[in-house]
């Protein structure tokens, strides 16, 4: 099946401060303890983009939906390109179109039980192109019907 190789299990570097080229990878809805609704955003450091932590993953941003917080909401949507005035029915509706967004994050870092996690403090616009999206190509010899 495999072979044991520990030169592939390093431990990740861990995510520092700064700026991130991203691509946002999965979101769950929920509600907080509070009882607010809650949209919960998890990215992963762009690969293809030159930078340190590639491949690696911002997990559980909370955009929670009050009317303090909705300022997250704005600025990643103008950071994903949304143009102004674009009305969404509901949050779920705004997290499908967020999804697979490119987007640059700036992370700063929290405390939690004694270990530190990334933490995204604001959203800018992507500073380099979209990644290439993988062409599929399928012939009808390639159908088994």
Request: net charge negative.
């Amino acid at each position: 099946m495999f072979t044991v190789d520990h030169s592939k299990g390093e431990s990740f570097e861990p995510i520092k401060p700064g700026e991130y080229e991203v691509t946002v990878v999965n979101y769950e809805l929920k509600q907080a303890s509070s009882g607010n609704n809650r949209v919960i955003v998890d990215y992963e450091i762009r690969s293809d983009v030159e930078q340190s932590c590639q491949g690696q993953k911002i997990l559980f941003d909370n955009f929670t939906v009050t009317d303090n917080a909705m300022w997250r909401f704005h600025q990643a949507s103008k950071a994903a390109g949304f143009p102004n005035g674009v009305s969404f029915k509901s949050y779920k509706e705004w997290a499908d179109a967020f999804l697979n967004k490119p987007v640059r994050l700036v992370v700063g870092e929290r405390e939690y039980n004694g270990k530190k996690y990334p933490e995204v403090k604001s959203f800018k616009p992507s500073e380099v192109n979209a990644p290439a999206a993988n062409e599929i190509n399928i012939s009808d010899e390639d159908v088994p019907f």
